[in-house]
């Protein structure tokens, strides 16, 4: 099972340029105002699912800016039937109200299943930009996409089932798709994600961290500077840095959201 694992993984460098490539169409969405849009059945929704709710607290993305339609809906308990996924009807329903500011990220294994189909016609034919994730080469999931991820992982250790190597790949992907397109939009500075959501103490304490080192403030310092821009990692970096919370909201305002950027201008401008 381990070997399957990694050859999984290995997999994914042959879809590298088409990852890059969604990262780019999700960070383009989100950064326009879009909507994202993940749609799966199976174990391929519950791959989507985890890439999906971790958005909003790792990169600060509005959660009513993502939809997450799965076949049957979220499971509210261990059951998730296999007949849903057949539910072309409702594939179709999931891309309702989309456009072409938007994006729907569409995975299906096999790239056969009838709801991701559906989805990914509906998505493609209201102008969004699909972007297919199969293990399947040629599929016709990928033959509906823009963006078309293929990571062959042939057969599985269990006959049948997809929650191995392809879940494991498609996983990979979406992990690398999310980030990048993160680091696209000015979340991540320097290997820290500025743009978290602080609602704990572990991450307020890593809040706290982040803006005292690249600030280059004493912890109290940035403990107090967070306070004054109201728990925002990024501003609280220029106001360690200087800035007052005004200036601060000016320099993100024209400078656009990416903190290097911002810091630059600010160190500039003291000079």
Do not use: W
């Not at 381990?2 to 050859?7: G, H, R, T």
């Not at 990979?172 to 609602?199: E, K, P, Q, R, Y």
């Amino acid at each position: 099972m381990l070997a399957s694992q990694i050859a999984a993984v290995r997999a994914v460098e042959g879809a590298l340029p088409a990852i890059e490539t969604a990262a780019r169409a999700v960070a383009a969405s989100l950064a326009s105002g879009g909507t994202l849009l993940y749609a799966a059945a199976g174990s391929s929704g519950l791959m989507a699912l985890s890439d999906a709710c971790e958005l909003p607290g790792t990169f600060g993305v509005d959660p009513g800016r993502i939809r997450i339609a799965m076949a049957g809906g979220i499971p509210q308990d261990a059951r998730m039937p296999g007949s849903t996924e057949d539910a072309e009807e409702d594939g179709a329903r999931a891309a309702l109200g989309l456009g072409p500011r938007d994006t729907a990220i569409v995975l299906s294994a096999s790239g056969t299943t009838p709801y991701a189909l559906a989805a990914a016609r509906a998505a493609a034919g209201a102008g969004a930009t699909v972007v297919a994730i199969a293990n399947a080469a040629g599929s016709p999931l990928l033959g509906l996409a823009a963006i078309r991820v293929a990571i062959p992982t042939g057969p599985e250790v269990v006959d049948g089932s997809t929650r191995l190597g392809a879940g494991t790949a498609q996983k990979v992907a979406l992990n690398m798709i999310s980030t990048l397109a993160g680091c696209l939009m000015g979340h991540v500075h320097d290997g820290m994600m500025v743009n978290l959501v602080a609602d704990n103490a572990k991450l307020r304490a890593r809040a706290r961290g982040m803006v005292a080192r690249i600030a280059g403030v004493d912890p109290a310092r940035a403990a107090a500077a967070l306070e004054a821009a109201g728990g925002d990692t990024k501003r609280a970096v220029l106001i360690a840095a200087g800035a007052a919370p005004a200036e601060a909201d000016a320099l993100i305002a024209a400078r656009g959201p990416r903190l290097a950027d911002c810091l630059a201008a600010l160190r500039g401008s003291a000079n």
